[in-house]
């Protein structure tokens, strides 16, 4: 490498706009062949900047303005007699919260009434996420799983959410006439749950809310016919009996 192009690597400043809302990562365009030795970072609020390296994640840059240095950076396969620090890739990452992301399961769920037995129940709610530590995000989430964007991991999230309602309503018994008063704690649960899987991930829901728990169309009107029919075998009983 000649001594103008070094110079210049070394002077220049790596950095991204802001990332959009909903955007998750970004591969720095600047960075095309590896880092060099005195090349200089810039890492905005609520981004990280992770370093990665045949397939490893090396290092990662929270919030500020850094200088690249072998010395600072762990060791790589390093040539001394180059300025290239090694050949690596760079991502920035969001690390603003996602709010009000949506979740629906798919089937009607099932729970017990004490008095009614098996009920069919609609569910709808949303969540907040958010990246709280980067590397081990980018290590479990990213090179582990492989979700690289919102979509992908918001798909993952829902799932999970909804195995863990399907779980929590059909092992225990719930009054359908209480099911209003039990959304904040149905939601509390959940949250709880799904925290304990993403332990190690990085990542964590900040706040579940239910919007939506009430009986399924369906079940409610054979409910209803369930209780016109014993209200009618209870007057026709008192008629007789009369």
């Known amino acids: 490498m000649n001594f103008m192009k070094r110079n210049w690597l070394k002077s220049r ?3 991204t706009p802001p990332l959009k809302a909903g955007e998750l990562l970004r591969p720095s365009k600047q960075v095309k062949q590896g880092l060099v030795m005195g090349m200089r970072l810039a890492v905005l ?3 990280a900047a992770a370093v990665m390296a ?10 500020g303005a850094y200088q690249l240095e072998q010395d600072k950076m762990p060791p790589l396969k390093v040539d001394a007699k180059c300025d ?8 920035f990452l969001n690390l603003a ?3 009000n992301k949506p979740w629906l399961p798919q089937e009607p769920l099932l729970t017990r009434d004490p008095e009614r ?27 582990e799983h492989s979700f690289f964007d919102w979509p992908a991991l918001h798909g993952h999230l829902t799932d999970r959410l909804n195995g863990l309602a399907v779980s929590l309503l059909a092992h225990n018994k719930i009054a359908i006439a209480r099911l209003d008063k039990m959304k904040e704690k149905i939601a509390l649960t959940l949250q709880q ?11 964590t829901i900040r706040a579940l809310r239910i919007q939506t728990l009430e009986v399924h169309p369906l079940m409610q009107h054979l409910l209803q016919e369930q209780q016109d029919y ?10 007789i009996m009369g």
């Open 13 to 15: 400043w790596i950095g």
């Open 45 to 47: 609020e609520e981004q």
């Open 54 to 63: 045949d397939g490893h994640l090396v290092a990662v840059f929270l919030p």
């Open 84 to 91: 290239w620090l090694y050949p690596a890739q760079l991502y």
């Open 97 to 99: 919260a996602e709010t």
């Open 117 to 143: 037995g098996l009920v069919q129940l609609t569910l709808c709610g949303n969540y907040d996420a958010q990246v709280e530590n980067a590397a081990m995000f980018m290590q479990s989430m990213v090179l």
């Open 193 to 203: 749950e799904i925290n304990y899987e993403l332990r190690g991930s990085g990542l």
């Open 230 to 239: 014993l209200s009618f075998n209870q007057a026709m009983r008192h008629s």
